[in-house]
């Protein structure tokens, strides 16, 4: 299994970036896959998920201004990310793991519930 994220930069407070993670190798009918960040001396914050059926749950610390999708067809997840602020500044991972589903009573936005995660792609935001 791999995960590959790109689309991160360096983008002004306001701005918009789409983050990309490509998976390769992960063949399970059902999945959850999320979108994390973790900057220096905080612990790694789930931003969103979402499962194979395309339900999705959100964190609060980007709520209302990050869209979680996936293409299945080219096995891409993406993070489409609004009106960012300097806070919003980390490192952003993609992770994803079989047999979870998303919904309001589990929203999977956990970092211990993943087991397969890409390398990251860091965001900031000045």
């Known amino acids: 299994v791999q995960l590959v994220e790109s689309g991160g930069g360096s983008v002004q407070p306001g701005g918009s970036l789409r983050l990309s993670c490509a998976v390769s190798?992960?063949?399970?009918?059902?999945?959850?896959m999320g979108w994390f960040r973790q900057s220096p001396g905080k612990e790694r914050e789930g931003i969103a998920a979402?499962?194979?059926?395309?339900?999705?749950s959100y964190g609060d610390s980007m709520r209302g201004r990050s869209t979680i999708s996936k293409d299945g067809t080219k096995n891409i997840l993406y993070l489409q990310l609004r009106y960012l602020k300097p806070e919003d500044t980390a490192m952003y991972y993609c992770a994803a793991e079989p047999g979870l589903w998303v919904d309001s009573v589990r929203p999977r936005l956990l970092a211990s519930e993943y087991n397969y995660w890409g390398q990251g792609t860091q965001v900031t935001v000045s």
């Open positions: 190798g992960f063949t399970y009918e059902r999945y959850a």
């Open positions: 979402i499962d194979d059926d395309g339900s999705s």
